[in-house]
């Protein structure tokens, strides 16, 4: 059989068995690597004990000279001994020492087999991606690019190996740094390579659904549907990775459920997707739909202390990359609002930094407590109708807009806002509508007509109250926060004075309205106070 520049003619899964026996009889180990470069992610059960069989019949030094195979080994091993799909952390850790001692060991930019150097390659970028080295890994993800399109075009090389993969593994590093626009990109270019060949399945599988997990994410239904509908037309290559291939889909049809409020879909997306906990690359996604769900639906006490579970379940390196940290954050400060507790919330918005896009919403909401009408329209007229704007948030911000435009008095103002809102709807959409308060919601029926569907219909009037009408928020300056501060630490008048250079005279006018905004009349009652709010 023709091997000749890495190439093998297809074999189907069907065929492999007797494939597996002719390699084994011949020792043809190089049609074995090549194998197992079409059907590892399809072997589980018997016929990955086959193909562990004949891997340990392979001679150590004829291994070591091909890594492709070297890694083959390591997934075969533990889809014949450990088929559990669900506990992939064994095997992921091997993975990836293994790629990572790979690729030290190789000159990128002297190998001359793309089908080695993207397997290498992006086991060690995985690796980098799990010690929260996300810019290194994109680094890498370039080289490889780079060094895949020099070699493609030479007499001899074996071609573009697995089309796609390379770019869904850095679709899939931008997506955790944050850059969805890139992240978008690059996995729609590797549905695109991936997806006229069978058996390349897997890799287009992944991409459909990474896409529809993040149009999902950003609230742009019609676009996650889309996606949706591409994945579910890809057969998974097997069983044993179908859910991990699948899981941003699952995530999707989750937010999908969601907004439309219909609890018994979300529970099937969440006890299929997990709370976050589990170690896949995007916890972040699959947290950032559970808090959402624990805010509108769920129980939202017991998700706030998820969230110090949440962090403890995974390494600080990587609760602290972008995209986690703002799910993570985000999640805070609604459950916070949600619960009454404004000036905490407050306090989180500014340490992040209030005009940060995906704190608009939160801050809007606080504002609109607080009677600041004016500071809410601004804030929605801000916010951008880009691609990676939440559709979600931008729907509940113009609602809010409206709110503030009736409380003002200018109807007309409130009605342009409402037509916004309602050309990003749906009629089964209720989250958006449900965020408000019933008495908000009579108010804005009365100046526009939201279709809804029957279903929808019910589901509005069933939905509980969200958020509070009022909040109790305290906001301090700048200056008598540092007040507060340096009170906390024991100083003195004259000693703050002295450390914040200003005048004794100053700094007592600073306590008196510091004492007057928290309601305190000593230190110990203020102190105490500002801990209670979040303040220290």
Known sequence: MDVGGGRLAPVPVAGLPAELARVAAERDWDALQVLCDQHLLAVEGEL??????????????????????????????????QPDAGELRPYLRHYMELGTRLVESMDLDQETSVATLTTVGVAAMIALRAQGKCAEAEELGQRLTTRAAQLSPLPGADGV????????????????????????????????????????????????????????????????RQWLDRMHEVEAPSHRVRHLLTLGGSIAEGWDALDRYDDAAVTRSLDLI??????????????????????????????????????????????????????????????????????????????????????????????LC????????????????????????????????????????????????????????????????????????????????????????????KAREVFPDRLNLVELTTREHAVLSQLDAGGSTPEIAGKLVVSVNTVRTQVKSVYRKLGASSREDALMRAYELGLL
């Open 48 to 81: 990955a004990g086959r193909l562990l069989a004949v891997l340990t019949q392979v001679p150590d030094a004829e291994l070591r000279a091909r890594p492709r195979l070297m890694l083959s080994w390591t997934s075969a091993y533990y889809a014949a001994t």
């Open 161 to 224: 190996w697995r089309p796609g993969w390379l770019p869904l593994q850095r679709g899939v590093t931008r997506t955790l740094m944050d850059d969805l626009p890139t992240a978008v990109e690059q996995y729609r270019h590797a549905y695109e390579l991936a997806a006229a060949e069978p058996i390349t399945a897997a890799t287009a599988l992944n991409a459909a659904a990474n896409l529809a997990m993040i149009f999902a994410n950003l609230g742009h239904g019609a676009y996650a």
């Open 274 to 367: 997990g709370d976050g906990t589990s170690r896949v690359e995007v916890w972040p996604f699959v947290a950032a739909l559970g808090f959402a769900h624990a805010v509108y639906r769920g129980d939202q006490a017991s998700a706030l202390v998820h969230l110090s579970t949440l962090r403890l379940s995974h390494a600080p390196e990587l609760a602290e990359l972008k995209t986690a940290l703002q799910v993570l954050r985000r999640a805070w400060i609604d459950l916070l609002i949600a619960n009454g507790h404004g000036t905490r919330a407050l306090r989180l918005i500014q340490e992040a930094g209030a005009h940060e896009p995906w704190l608009t919403l939160p801050t809007a909401r606080i504002r």
């Open 370 to 461: 607080k009677g600041e009408y004016e500071s809410v329209r601004a804030l929605a007229s801000r916010l951008s109708w880009g691609t990676v704007t939440s559709h979600r948030d931008l729907r509940q911000l113009l609602l809010l807009k409206a709110i503030a435009a009736l409380r003002m008095g200018d109807r007309n103002e409130a009605r342009e806002a409402a037509d916004l809102a309602g050309r990003l709807r749906t009629p089964d959409e209720v989250l958006s509508l449900a965020a408000l308060s019933r008495a908000d919601r009579a108010d804005l029926f009365e100046i526009k007509d939201f279709p809804l569907t029957d279903e929808a219909r019910e589901r509005l009037e």
